[in-house]
T-cell receptor, first 109, second 113 residues
Framework: GQNIDQPTEMTATEGAIVQINCTYQ??????LFWYQQHAGEAPTFLSYNVLDGLEEKGRFSSFLSRSKGYSYLLLKELQMKDSASYLC??????????WGAGTKLIIKP | NAGVTQTPKFRILKIGQSMTLQCTQDMNHNYMYWYRQDPGMGLKLIYYSVGAGITDKGEVPNGYNVSRSTTEDFPLRLELAAPSQTSVYFC????????????FGSGTQLSVL
């Protein structure tokens, strides 16, 4: 079966750095997405990786290793507004998105 | 641009009732999707559409129906509501399926009692 694993919950301190991991086992691979979802709101797009390596976008970076079936989202200079759930999703060989359950990130002052 | 507009935001249904969740997008996207999101689980695809007049089942289509008469609109119909359909529903759209990000509606919190 297809599976995406990410930690259920993480806690970090304002101003610090946090890394949210995602491992996947899917039928084929056509890219990996990260979305942010604040409580009670819709997911919003953060990043897309299809090649190995690091993609940097301001305070957020996303890394992909296809051979290891692994990605991480790195958030720097954490702000209180970064408190949200972070969803990892993989586009499989049929171009269907397989979603992880999400990681709830709690930022403490 | 309004993006993806989804209504209603909240709804309570009795078992056996029916309802339609409305979804419209103004980005001229060909691809539209309906997802449900349950606590502790990833988004599950209910139905999707690759263009007007074309719909297909996703992972969890039972108990739902869709239609796509125009590019803009993609309503989701619940027939004979059951408690298992209590969930948060999201409509989404994208330009393509390959590598395009999804744009989501604001969601519908549905309770079936």
């Amino acid at each position: 079966g297809q599976n995406i694993d990410q930690p259920t919950e993480m806690t970090a301190t304002e101003g610090a750095i946090v890394q949210i991991n995602c491992t996947y086992q899917t039928s084929g691979f056509n890219g990996l997405f990260w979305y942010q979802q604040h409580a009670g709101e819709a997911p919003t797009f953060l990043s897309y990786n299809v090649l190995d390596g690091l993609e940097e976008k301001g305070r957020f970076s996303s890394f992909l290793s296809r051979s290891k079936g692994y990605s991480y989202l790195l958030l720097k200079e954490l702000q209180m507004k970064d408190s949200a759930s972070y969803l990892c999703a993989v586009l499989d060989s049929n171009y269907q998105l397989i979603w992880g359950a999400g990681t709830k990130l709690i930022i403490k002052p | 641009n309004a993006g993806v507009t989804q209504t209603p935001k909240f709804r309570i249904l009795k078992i056996g009732q029916s309802m339609t969740l409305q979804c419209t997008q103004d980005m001229n996207h060909n691809y539209m999707y309906w997802y449900r999101q349950d606590p502790g689980m990833g988004l599950k695809l209910i139905y999707y559409s690759v263009g007007a007049g074309i719909t297909d089942k996703g992972e969890v289509p039972n108990g739902y129906n869709v239609s796509r008469s125009t590019t803009e609109d993609f309503p989701l119909r619940l027939e004979l509501a059951a408690p298992s359909q209590t969930s948060v529903y999201f409509c989404a759209s994208s330009y393509s399926m390959e590598n395009e990000k999804l744009f989501f509606g604001s969601g519908t919190q549905l309770s079936v009692l």
